[in-house]
């Protein structure tokens, strides 16, 4: 059933019918719509992009310090040996302390192994920085899957809320490292 033409509201930018070119520009008395972007302003009125000088930028980085992935990463450890001793301590059961510090390990190992890859030399440009990111992003991902296809092959007293559990909580301790450079706001 097609829509009676007299019911349909009419658009709110009609295409110009009668451009002798056939392109189809807009008609020139619509008004801007919500896509159209201004390089001028953005939605709040404030310029959209504002080039920072040497002294905001400096200002900046004094503000917010770069945060090293050693930090991130001894933020892991500590969160994986109090999920070691959490499970070690609650359960009295050795095989599930061990799961939690292989679960722990899978995050840890990884994560040194890429702090380790991406700070050893700098990068000539951001290109060749954003492909060795990837390069060893891919390389800590491989080496996760590795150590956990390991544990589950090898070790039969496998827990797996120990394992899980620490990895889940080693994974999320980055947010403790923002949280005490004070980068999230509470």
Known sequence: MTPDPARVPAPRHSIDRTDPTGVGRHSRNASRTAWDDSPEEDADGEQAFK????????????RLPVLSPWVLVGWQVVAGVV?????GL???EGSKAWSALFGAGSV???GALMAWGTTRRSAMNA??????????ELIKMIVAVAILVAVVLRYPAL???ALLTAMVVCLKANWLALLRQGRIRK
């Open 83 to 87: 999920m070691v001793a959490l499970w």
């Open 127 to 136: 290109g060749s920085a954003v492909l060795a990111f990837m390069v060893w």
């Open 108 to 110: 840890v190992v990884p």
């Open 90 to 92: 609650l359960t009295q």
């Open 51 to 62: 080039p920072l000088s040497p002294e905001e930028a400096a200002a900046l980085r004094a």
């Open 159 to 161: 827990s797996w809320p």
